[in-house]
Each structure stands twice: as structure tokens, then as C-alpha cells.
């Protein structure tokens, strides 16, 4: 009975992972990833212990230093005797690919460390593909144990937005030079985050972006402040740091401690975390659905005539769609 | 009967936007836009005289001056007999906003003249929706005779592109300052464009920028090489402009119409757009599947009692996605 070795597997799966086995961790994560049944048994089974872990997400664009920025703050919440979990999903990231040399000595004295779990997920082109098995992902390390989980995403757009939603506390990483980003902040493009770093602060130019950036944030609380609800409010703080030197790092640890402070206290976390979900349960549904309509036309001779039809300006692709949709009885 | 008035009125405004009508052209994006049934009909009635317009996708972060570009190009393009339709979904742009003094003045020059139709599209929330909105309005102009169609959108990442994708001829935009962008272009996070503009070039760092992105632009190209079919390969072309001033406005017209030149004599034309056409299907129907989903639930009993299950880790997200799917059918 294959179903019952499968239901056996996936428990006994379950056991090791909850007691913090990495095999089993790693195991686990490459079952969701490839969309396997079993990884979605085995989420639902663990389920009930998640929600314990202070998840951080990480974004900004490539070259700014977020991986090595994630390497040091690990260090730093290993010494404090934090068990971590990373979880790239940068494809730029040196996590995810080959390192650089130096990037590869500070980041594997963490995959020698019992205490710390890092993995990489590989950009599947649809991007809610990915989110949906990252977001699985992160519940995992959670059920394992890993009382830290920092998220590393790539993106100055919303898209990428989307993964590191689901974290605690959202992180912007930049540097000097990251021009597009502020201009993108100032013009309302990106959401202001719950913490700002730069990165590689040792540059002439820091000050400046950093009077640039407070700028935008005066004028964001403005806002806030005249249509806001009435609570104390989050100023979000701008943290220098040298991340390649461990500079600004227990600036760093501190404020991202406050940030959760702050929303534990005011109760935002829990209206975070239930909003996150309702999101996430939709997104599944919503990319589930897409799958499988796209699973049902790539080899379907109608779908194939319509397009046809599409193409030569004989059918428009709104009525396409309806055909398409009525058809699989929506 | 209603349905016969809706039938009759939609044929009279159709014939108008056919015959170029600017007040039929803007009242039928209206339609579009709010998502009214009479705005999909239409765009139905009139899909046949579509694909004639050459459709130009601007991108690029805010702040690097898109608009002034267009409207530099706009004139250039009148100049030459050209009809022009310009259609911004960047919500951080002039066309969109209120502009600056000196962008008002060069914009309406524009709104005067009956050979340019310019229109705004806010951004609501659901980049999905939005795109979706802004494609149809693009054959709305193409319909309306417009032969050069230019589409602004903003942003680094991969969700704009989306928009854009479904231009004939994809331009970034980029200034000095740009190092994200360029960042991003080294990492593969972004895809090469067709051709790349940078504006504001009276910088003395232009030169250093032109020099990296000719290296970003040889290794992609190595790659192609070694994968690609063997067609005779598009060279990026990158122009420097000060749109403002109307410098190397004339070169980008011409790269443009190489470009355009180059597509249509190697086929991938109408390769691209066929592709395009399925991508649109397939978005219009995930679109409307996700927002049926969203409507169904939102007053929903059992999606509340759902999701409270899944806030208090009684039950996971994924299983609450297929109990949804299950219920409604799927």
C-alpha cells in the first residue's frame, strides 16, 4: 500500500522535523519546492507548531551586500544563542549561486554550524509559483525550531514585495548609489519598509542619502498622521552598516528588536499575521487555479484555434478568455 | 429593450473611435477602465482593425524622466505626419500627476494638438487588473488610428515588465544614477530591453555608466550566442538624450525604427506578438478568475470560520486554498 507508506513517511518526516532535524529540514524544503504531495502532507501535519519564529524579511537590489548583511546578523544572533534559519530567494544572491571567494569564507563558517540552516530556492519563473513553496518554506523552518528566519528577496518592484509580506518585520536594504530605490520610495512606487539599511556606509555619499531617505519618511509620516489610526507610531529607523566588517550590526539586532517590541506591544503583529495569512491562503487558491488552467491548454486543440482566431484579429483576447473560462465551468 | 440600446449605442461609439473620434476614444478607455461590460463589447466590435499602430513600451525608475522623453518623441513623431496615442500607468508620472511647471508647459503643447491622445490610468491596487485595463485601452488606440502608440509604466521589477511585454519595442530608461537598475541588469533580475535611453546625459558620470552597461550588454550576448537560434542578432543600441532639451531625440526615432525594421524583417514580429496575444488570454482569464474567487468570499461565512482556523494554526494555508478551490467547484 503505497498511500500508507507515503502517510507513514511523511509522519515519521514530521517527528524528525519538529525535534530540529536539518536532513529532514532540508528534505522537506525540496519536497515543497518540486511540489510534491508529500511536502504539502507534511506542512499540514506540522502546522500547529509554527507561528513561534521572528521572521524577517530582507529585500533591496542586487550588489547592495543583503547575503553578507544576513551573514553577519546570523553571527550575531548565534552568539547570542538563537538558532537561525536563512531562506534565499535572490537568484542574484551568492547564496543561491557560487559565492565569491570572500563571500564564500564569511557565509560557510554558518554551514559548519549546527545552529544555522541556510537554503536557496531557485527562481521558477512564475514568481507566484515560488512565493507560494518560499512561504511553505518558512513555515518548515519555523515548525523546526529555528527561532530567527531571515527571508532574502531580491526586487525594487512590488512583486517581490509580495514573498517578504509575510515577514514580521520588513527590511530595505541599499547602498550608496541605490538612486532608483529612493526615487522609487519618493515617488510612492515602494512601500516605506519597517527598517532601512545602508549598506557599504563607508562612502562619501552616505550622509547625503541619508538626509534623502529622512526626507521621505517626514513627508510618509505626514501622511500617516493625517489619515492614520491613532497609535504610537513606528519611525522607522536608518541603520549605517559595513556588513563586510560587522559594522553597525548590533545597531542593527537592536532595532530590528525594538520593531518587534513595538508591534507585539500595539498588537499589530497579530493583525499582520492574520492579514498575511488571508493573503496567502488567496494567493494559493488564485495560483493553483492558473496552474491548472494552463496545465489544461497547453495541449488543447480549442484553446489552440481560439488563439488562432486571436491572432488573426478575429476574436479579441478578453472574449478569448471568457470562452476559455465558461468552458472549464467558471 | 435595454440590450438593444447597449448594442446600438456600443456600434454608434465604436464607428466614432474608428473614425478617430478623440471624444469616443476617451469615453471607451473610461469604459475599459471601470470595468464595464459596454468597454469589453466594444473593444470586441473594433478588435478586427487592430495591429496596424507600432507600440512603443517606455520603462524605467521614476524620476529619469520618461515623460519628458515621450513628449519629446511625440513631437518628433507629429513632425514626421505621425498620429500618436501615449498611454501612462506609471502612477508617479507627470501625465499622471499634476505636473511641474516646466513639464506642464511641454506636455501641453501636446493636449492641443488633435493628433496626440494622451490618457492616464491609475494605478488600483491590483497590478493584474491594472495591466489588463491598459492592454485593452492600447487596442482601443491602435483602433482609433492611432500609429504610434507609446506606453509609459514604471519600476526595476518584474511586474511592470508586464505591461510593457506586450509592446512591439521594449525601451528602458535610465539617468545617471541609475545603479540599481544597472544592478539588477548585471544580475539577470531584470530582462535586456531592446534598446536603452539614457536621459539626463549632460553628467560626467553618463560615460562610466555607457561603459558598464556595454559590458552587461557583451555577456548577455555571449550567452545568447552560445544558446541562441542563428538569426541575425539585434545589437542594443544605447542613446544618450536630454530629453528636455530635445538632444538625441532624432537618433532614438531612428533606433526605434531599426528596431521596428529589424522585428518585422526576421519575422519576430509577429512571433512576439502571437506570443503576447496567448500571455494576454491567459492573464485576462487568471485575472478574473482570482477577482470571481475574491468576490465570492468576501462576505463569505465559511472563508472567515476558514481562515480564523488557519490564524489559530489549526489548519494550514494550503489545505484552506483547497477546501476554496473544492467548494467553488475547481
Do not use: C
Not at 500508507?4 to 515519521?12: D, I, L, Q, W
Not at 517527528?15 to 504531495?37: C, H, W, Y
Amino acid at each position: 500500500m503505497p498511500q500508507a507508506n507515503t502517510n507513514e513517511g511523511t509522519s515519521s518526516l514530521a517527528r524528525r522535523l519538529l525535534n530540529g532535524d536539518r536532513r529532514a529540514l532540508a528534505r522537506a524544503i525540496s519536497l515543497v519546492e518540486d511540489d510534491r504531495p508529500e511536502g504539502w502532507d507534511l506542512v499540514r501535519e506540522v502546522y500547529p507548531h509554527t507561528g513561534r519564529a521572528a521572521v524577517f524579511g530582507f529585500t533591496g537590489p542586487p550588489g547592495v551586500g543583503k547575503s553578507t548583511l544576513i551573514g553577519a546578523l546570523t553571527k550575531a544572533r548565534r552568539a547570542a544563542g538563537r538558532t537561525v534559519g536563512v531562506l534565499s530567494i535572490d537568484p542574484s544572491s551568492p547564496f543561491t549561486q557560487g559565492a565569491l571567494l570572500g563571500d564564500r569564507i564569511r557565509l560557510t563558517e554558518h554551514f559548519l554550524d549546527q545552529g544555522v540552516f541556510i537554503r536557496s530556492m531557485a527562481n521558477r519563473g512564475a514568481l507566484g509559483g515560488l512565493s507560494e513553496a518560499a512561504l511553505q518554506a518558512a513555515l518548515l523552518l519555523d515548525a523546526a525550531g529555528r527561532q530567527d528566519i531571515f527571508i532574502e528577496t531580491v526586487g525594487v518592484g512590488q512583486a517581490e514585495i509580495d514573498i517578504i509580506d509575510h515577514a514580521d518585520t520588513i527590511v530595505l536594504v541599499l547602498m550608496p548609489g541605490s538612486g532608483d530605490s529612493i526615487q522609487a520610495l519618493k515617488a510612492g512606487v515602494m512601500e516605506i519598509p519597517d527598517v532601512i539599511v545602508i549598506n557599504k556606509a563607508q562612502h562619501p555619499l552616505t550622509d547625503t542619502m541619508v538626509r534623502e531617505i529622512r526626507g521621505v519618511l517626514s513627508l510618509a509620516n505626514l501622511d500617516e498622521a493625517s489619515s492614520g489610526p491613532a497609535r504610537p507610531r513606528w519611525r522607522v529607523p536608518i541603520v549605517k552598516t559595513e556588513a563586510a566588517r560587522g559594522e553597525g550590526i548590533d545597531e542593527l539586532v537592536e532595532r530590528l528588536g525594538e520593531h518587534r517590541a513595538h508591534i507585539a506591544a500595539e498588537g499589530t503583529l497579530q493583525e499582520r499575521r492574520g492579514r498575511n495569512l488571508r493573503n496567502e491562503v488567496l494567493a494559493i487558491a488564485s495560483a493553483r487555479m492558473r496552474r491548472r488552467l494552463e496545465e489544461e491548454l497547453r495541449e488543447d486543440a480549442q484553446f489552440k484555434r481560439l488563439l488562432q482566431e486571436v491572432i488573426e484579429r478575429r476574436l479579441d483576447p478578453a472574449s478569448a478568455a471568457s470562452a476559455l473560462l465558461e468552458r472549464s465551468g467558471g
